[in-house]
């Protein structure tokens, strides 16, 4: 379990997102529509949680060519909700990066790595080290994956890069807190969606799933979202390690019901027909709130077989 620290005095609400941009925005109308999208997520009232964006991790970016990733980080900015910064791969053979974007007020940033040289690997991943602003305990650590697996390696290709992915994840330690969020172009059950699933330091559950849903259900499609376009695939999903399912007094905590694919459904119908979705992205993004709980002020003490203990009441963030 991740104890919290001390020092850190309330409780955290992290809304995560991954969109795989399609190297946008590159023109003034993409970046009307992908402001508006990403101010939709920014106000979105979830299990009466309405919590800004705190990281966004980004496939498909560019810091030449369309400045993607810069164009982004500023519309994020420009909404004046949290203070962002970020970090980004290495580039791809066609300058593709996949990239972590977080808010500073609410995080600290301890360090961030581009993963790359895996087998099967086309795209490289970003993998950043936080822990929430106030905190002094190593294990509050939260570490999040930007991954964009292989499409043209085929499932194979996928499983040989999630293979090593998982031995990356699994030198964290077995209690680390790990998010692997992005495009994993995975196509039902296969193995790059399954091993994640199985035993080991990092092993993880999907969301999706725990809150009562089929894995590939159409409800949880991302790609394709532009008219004309097959909408049929989950390629675009969020992975959380079981720390954040062991329903623990204190740490991090999947806040349930809150995994939605954005932009599928009839929530979002009003949001669909203004057409921000036509072009921007071949992919819709993906948004999941996790809590971070610290002990309550009223915590109490108990004396148990002689061993003092203490208490902390969970309490969900509204």
Do not use: C
């Not at 979830?46 to 498909?60: C, R, Y």
């Not at 043209?152 to 996928?158: C, D, E, N, V």
């Not at 905590?253 to 932009?263: H, K, P, V």
């Amino acid at each position: 379990m991740a104890w919290a620290s001390p020092a850190l005095a309330d409780n955290l609400n992290l809304r995560v997102v991954n969109w795989n941009i399609f190297n946008r925005p590159n023109s003034a109308q993409d970046e009307v529509d992908a402001r508006a999208i990403l101010d939709a997520i920014n106000q979105e009232t979830v299990n009466g949680l309405a919590d800004g964006i705190d990281i966004l991790a980004l496939q498909e970016t560019d810091t030449g060519g369309t400045q993607s990733y810069q164009k982004t980080l500023a519309l994020l900015n420009s909404l004046g909700d949290g203070s962002f910064a970020g970090d980004f791969s290495s580039a791809s053979g066609g300058g593709d990066r996949t990239a972590i974007i977080y808010d500073t007020t609410e995080l600290t940033r301890l360090s961030s790595v581009s993963i790359s040289g895996l087998p099967g690997q086309t795209n490289p991943h970003t993998r950043t080290q936080f822990r929430p602003v106030g905190s002094t305990d190593p294990a509050d650590d939260l570490y999040v994956y930007s991954l964009h697996l292989t499409s043209g390696g085929g499932a194979a290709g996928r499983a040989s890069e999630m293979t090593a992915l998982l031995n990356n994840a699994d030198a964290l330690g077995p209690d680390a807190n790990i998010l692997f969020v992005g495009d994993l172009n995975v196509r039902n059950f296969e193995s790059a969606y399954t091993q994640p699933l199985g035993p080991g330091n990092a092993s993880f559950n999907d969301p999706w799933v725990e809150d009562g849903n089929a894995a590939f259900s159409p409800a949880a499609f991302t790609q394709d979202p532009r008219p004309g376009r097959a909408f049929d695939d989950r390629f675009d999903l969020q992975l959380a390690s079981t720390e954040f399912f062991d329903d623990a007094l204190l740490g991090w905590e999947y806040l349930d019901g809150s995994y939605r694919a954005f932009g599928n459904g009839p929530d979002y119908a009003a949001l669909r027909a203004t057409g921000v979705f036509n072009s921007v992205s071949d992919h819709l993004p993906v948004v999941a709130d996790y809590g971070f709980f610290v002990p309550e002020p009223a915590a109490a003490w108990l004396i148990v077989s002689g061993l003092a203990m203490v208490v902390g009441r969970r309490r969900r963030v509204a």
